[in-house]
């Protein structure tokens, strides 16, 4: 059986990784499936069976490579995102690639990760998948938001001032607008290893091909828009509440952190006008930005309680305010899985989905009262909030066998070459 290496940023935690394991164990019976998760202070390596993961070697991170071959304490060394290549990290992903006899690299992220992988695996004649799971690739702050929090499409403006900063382990970066040239080609040169490339929507891919214009390294050939699949079971009950002004209006916004990345100062904007508290918000998640003075706050949860806590709040809407253009976004997908209208962003793929499915409304995140008063126009108009549940009742949700299927096409393309 042939095997084949997922690399991640982290290997056991996150919606990447929870993504990736809906693939692992869809591809778990054509392939002997290994993950690599970088994390802050190793590598590990990980097989996975059954639906299980089983650390198999854990490479301790060191500044030195004599000193990790000699077995020796070193200096925890500092990932370092400007370090494009690294001796260190060469030498690991040659003896994962040599020492597990690698067929197929699907790289799914590589924050804390050099860019040497691509390189040592094309001299190994490993092909490689890379997948765009946000805008990484296009800027280290990989959510494209300037100084001041607005969307920038990737086109830097002319000032010195640094963008918004996702992660403080992206700190080294100063002047950053000043490091894009020099990053985009570092990546570019990383890119030319890459055997095919793939994203999860036409607006990500545009975005790409927009950005990186030499033909002969990603094009419409080599670059394939897989969205993600979801496995959910059958709703046979209504979860939501019909939205009307004569009860509070119940919006829930949820996400493993509330934000400001995902919209908590627009939830504040938007109840800051709600004087005669029309709208109540329910928050699921880690809450951030003092959220909980702007609603009822149900705590954390774990994939599998979804339903019910939705069950217990009955909202009328889900609300999806991020203020960074989302690749995908799952939470649109997990709120139309159980029946809910979206009162989603105005960006990006969020946007992009609502109306393609006309699954919801698109607020405008940029003016809060307009979207305040969107929303009670919604409630009063029940003919219209019934068309939006009628056609997501009609949706066809991809699964993820469905997504695992398109793969494994690509996987068997590039070993069959």
């Not at 504040?268 to 709208?279: F, G, L, M, R, S």
């Not at 997990?334 to 006309?358: M, Q």
Request: aromatic share 14%; with cysteine; hydrophobic share 35%.
């Amino acid at each position: 059986m042939k095997r084949i290496l997922y690399v991640l940023h982290s290997g056991v935690t996150g919606g990447t990784f929870l993504t990736n394991k809906d693939l692992m164990k869809n591809v778990e019976s054509d392939y002997e499936v290994f993950l690599l998760g970088a994390e802050r202070d190793s590598f590990n390596l990980y097989s996975f069976k059954d639906g299980d993961l089983k650390r198999v070697e854990k490479y301790p991170r060191s500044s030195t490579l004599s000193s990790e071959v000699n077995g020796s304490k070193s200096n925890f060394h500092r990932w370092n995102l400007k370090e494009f290549h690294n001796s260190w990290l060469t030498y690991i992903y040659f003896d994962i690639l040599i020492n597990y006899k690698i067929d197929i690299v699907h790289i799914r992220h590589l924050i804390n990760h050099s860019f040497d992988l691509p390189q040592v695996a094309r001299k190994l004649k490993i092909p490689v998948v890379l997948s765009m799971h946000d805008f990484y690739f296009i800027c280290p702050f990989y959510v494209l938001l300037d100084e001041n929090q607005k969307y920038c499409g990737g086109k830097c403006s002319d000032n010195d001032e640094n963008c918004y900063m996702p992660m403080k382990s992206l700190d080294d970066v100063k002047s950053s607008k000043k490091f894009i040239p020099i990053w985009r080609e570092n990546v570019l040169e990383m890119f030319s290893y890459i055997d095919m490339f793939v994203t999860t929507s036409n607006i990500v891919k545009d975005l790409f091909l927009d950005i990186y214009t030499d033909r002969n390294i990603i094009n419409d050939e080599n670059f394939f828009v897989i969205e993600h699949g979801r496995d959910f079971a059958p709703v046979n009950e209504d979860y939501f509440e019909l939205p009307s002004l004569d009860k509070p209006i119940k919006i829930l916004t949820f996400a493993n952190n509330l934000n400001v990345m995902k919209g908590s100062q627009i939830i504040k904007n938007i109840k800051n006008h709600d004087k005669d508290d029309y709208i109540e918000f329910h928050f699921l998640g880690k809450i951030f930005d003092n959220l909980e003075e702007y609603g009822i706050s149900h705590g954390t949860f774990e994939r599998d309680e979804f339903y019910k806590k939705v069950k217990e709040i009955r909202p009328s809407f889900v609300g999806i305010f991020s203020i960074w253009p989302e690749t995908f976004c799952h939470t649109l997908t997990e709120a139309w899985s159980c029946n809910i209208p979206v009162l989603g962003s105005n960006i990006g793929v969020i946007e992009d989905r609502i109306r393609k499915y006309d699954g919801g409304w698109i607020i405008d995140i940029y003016d809060s009262k307009k979207t305040y008063d969107m929303i009670l126009n919604i409630s009063r108009d029940k003919d219209a909030y019934y068309n939006v549940l009628n056609n997501i009742k009609n949706m066809k949700l991809k699964t993820t066998k469905e997504m695992s299927a398109e793969y494994l096409e690509i996987y068997e393309g590039l070993l069959n070459r």
